[in-house]
């Protein structure tokens, strides 16, 4: 899944971990390289790599989930 369009943008997205569990997460995408994404979880308020291969869906964060009238 290409997250490059979403730097510097919130994102929710579908992940799948080494494992294979499924979760949703809410990040701030900061750098995406082919190897990695960089990002902000911000229910955690930790920093996270993430394998891109392993996000199965993207998409922003609505307008209301982030405050915004």
């Known amino acids: 899944m290409d997250v490059s369009k979403y730097i510097n943008h919130d994102v929710v997205i579908i992940y799948e971990d080494m494992a294979g569990r ?3 997460r809410t990040v701030k995408v900061i750098t995406v390289t082919a190897n990695k994404v960089s990002a902000y979880d911000l229910a955690k308020r930790a920093p996270r790599s993430l394998h891109p291969d392993r996000i199965l869906a ?3 964060v609505p307008s209301r989930e982030r405050g915004v009238s």
Do not use: E
């Open 22 to 24: 499924f979760t949703r």
């Open 58 to 60: 993207c998409r922003p």
